[in-house]
């Protein structure tokens, strides 16, 4: 920081003085910074430049400025050191000096020109004669002042460069709360930036604040306390279960049951809970059912299920044998069950066989499926020529992308067959080897049962052999 100061002239002469004879104290510099390198330079060519002292009335010298140079000269092993002496000037005077000279040599931090501004202040220097000294504002000054009220480790992570000043102003309120100032240190120092860290701080101490406050309340009504579940979240199955929720009997009625607790949540309030719901099962207005009535009972579901299903089998068996399903009611049931089982895609292309648009509304494979169901309507006619586009769209696909093998490779075969048989596409060389290709393979055990398979077969063999 560059500071512009002004220093009235003073009587002083140029000497070699002992340096024990020279009392330190009063700095602006708050830290000396690496005296050792300066020491080495020292012990090479000797001291440079004077140091400034004033004459003390009671003998000796008053380090002025230079308090680096002093150091390191005796870190170098020097008795004496040349020092500029001049007559004492007033305290104020000698903080402004101290300020020009370290500020010329290296540049003073944020910090040590404001413990000079206060030093000043201290000795009795009003706001304004500083702020003129320092050619700066009074609202800097008074900025500064608001610094230096923050609490020491605030201070020190401002020194040590981990935080910007101007992040922590603001926070001098906190001075007196040195647990408070401690965690939010903690967590600056583990990243968190200061305005979160504050933040975070003063949510875990109102959270610790109501959860103190919770205990107490229930330490006060003798009311047992449990572990809170995770997420302060109690699953329809387990056994302990809130009041008014898993559990409806009142608070009131419910203190005197020996299943009666509480557990304090994440946010620190008192949740109270039934830990054996079991007690109250069947009680009337409780919400809570029988569990053996509850499980016998789906035990007599489950054995009407099992009894009905050779029940079912043997009315669709006779119903096959007999003929009960119309053919239409049949036919519509197997194409209306087709129409479903096809996929999205296919359905798309289905609707573009049919010049049929698909409405943006909607989702997924409802839209395309929607607009066939409705074309089809009620007319067993329309519902085939719908599935019929459906499994033709799947055919096409099953030609035109390449899936794996294993994946309905027939359809290549029977799109094939139905396009020879009905002559409705004259299909060429390239076309039935992209079929033979991806149906099924010669060795798989239902080739035969494909449609003119037996034909093929026979060919194969004879070329074979």
Request: glycine share 8%.
């Amino acid at each position: 920081m560059t500071t512009a100061v002004s220093s009235p002239t003073a009587t002083a002469e140029v000497a070699v003085i002992p340096l024990s004879d020279i009392r330190r104290r009063g700095n602006v510099r708050q830290e000396l910074g690496d005296v050792e390198s300066l020491a080495e330079s020292i012990r090479q060519h000797g001291v440079l430049t004077a140091v400034l002292v004033e004459r003390r009335q009671n003998g000796g010298f008053e380090l002025v400025a230079g308090f680096r140079r002093v150091a390191a000269a005796e870190l170098a092993g020097l008795e004496h050191i040349p020092a500029v002496v001049r007559d004492p000037v007033e305290s104020v005077q000698r903080v402004s000096d101290q300020l020009a000279e370290n500020d010329d040599r290296c540049a003073l931090t944020e910090l040590d020109v404001a413990g000079a501004m206060q030093q000043m202040l201290d000795l009795g220097a009003s706001t304004d004669d500083v702020a003129e000294r320092l050619a700066t504002s009074t609202d800097t000054i008074d900025r500064w002042r608001a610094v230096l009220a923050l609490p020491a480790p605030l201070l020190t992570l401002v020194r040590e460069g981990t935080v910007d000043v101007n992040d922590v102003v603001d926070l001098g309120e906190l001075a007196d709360d040195e647990g408070f100032v401690a965690a939010v240190v903690a967590e600056i120092r583990a990243g968190t930036g200061p305005r979160w860290a504050v933040s975070r701080v003063r949510q875990q101490h109102a959270l610790a604040a109501t959860a103190a406050a919770s205990q107490a309340k229930l330490e006060k009504e003798g009311c047992p306390v449990v572990a809170a579940p995770r997420y302060d979240t109690v699953t329809g199955n387990s056994r302990m279960q809130r009041l008014g929720d898993g559990v409806k009997v009142s608070l009131r009625q419910h203190r005197k049951q020996p299943c009666h607790a509480a557990f304090i949540s994440s946010r620190g309030e008192v949740a109270y809970v039934c830990t054996d719901r079991s007690r109250h099962a069947g009680e009337a207005g409780s919400g809570v059912l029988d569990l053996k009535a509850e499980r016998a009972a789906k035990r007599a579901v489950v054995k009407e299920l099992r009894e009905v299903q050779p029940v079912r089998a043997a009315a669709l068996k006779d119903a096959l044998a007999n003929s009960a399903i119309g053919t239409d009611e049949a036919v519509r049931h197997i194409l209306t069950t087709a129409l479903w089982d096809a996929r999205a895609e296919e359905l798309e292309d289905a609707c573009a066989l049919l010049d049929l648009a698909i409405p943006e509304a909607g989702w997924g494979v409802s839209r395309p499926l929607g607009v066939l169901v409705e074309h089809a309507g009620d007319d067993l006619g329309r519902l085939t020529t719908v599935v019929l586009a459906a499994q033709l769209a799947r055919g096409e696909r099953r030609l035109a992308t390449q899936p794996p093998r294993t994946t309905d490779p027939h359809v290549a075969n029977l799109h094939g067959a139905l396009l020879d048989a009905t002559g409705i596409h004259q299909l060429s060389d390239a076309e039935r080897a992209l079929i033979g290709e991806r149906g099924l393979s010669q060795w798989s055990e239902c080739r035969h049962l494909l449609p003119g398979a037996t034909s093929v077969i026979r060919e194969e063999a004879a070329e074979a052999s």
